[in-house]
Nanobody
Framework: QVQVVESGGGLVQAGGSLRLSCAVT????????MGWYRQAPGKQRELVAG???????NYADSVKGRFTISRDNAKSMGYLQMNSLKAEDTGAYYC????????????????WGQGTQVTVSS
């Protein structure tokens, strides 16, 4: 089965940086679209950054200029570079990946990881 595992979270001071990684394993051909979502305590999960199959990116207004999403299909890996972290960035970060099993064949359901916790102290 396809599995998604996030890593790289931790406790950091405001103004610091972290790079989250998203490893996609299983019998896949490549990662298509991918997104990073954040869920803070008592709030709904929200899209922080996304990248399309064509490489276009989009970001939530709260992280523009500070976060960068990227993908390495040769390694089946996704990344989220987080700079100038703020206390408001605290939350559980989840990777969502859409994949294809072979060229031109897309799996119908995206896959979610278990999340990695990011805590930013002010």
């Amino acid at each position: 089965q396809v599995q998604v595992v996030e890593s790289g979270g931790g406790l950091v001071q405001a103004g610091g940086s972290l790079r989250l990684s998203c490893a996609v394993t299983g019998r896949i051909f490549r990662i298509n679209a991918m997104g990073w979502y954040r869920q803070a305590p008592g709030k709904q999960r929200e899209l922080v950054a996304g990248i399309t199959s064509g490489g276009s990116t989009n970001y939530a207004d709260s992280v523009k200029g500070r976060f960068t999403i990227s993908r390495d299909n040769a390694k089946s890996m996704g990344y989220l570079q987080m700079n100038s972290l703020k206390a408001e960035d605290t939350g559980a970060y989840y990777c969502n990946a859409n994949v294809s099993s072979s060229a031109g064949y897309y799996l119908p359901t995206p896959y979610w990881g278990q999340g990695t916790q990011v805590t930013v102290s002010s």
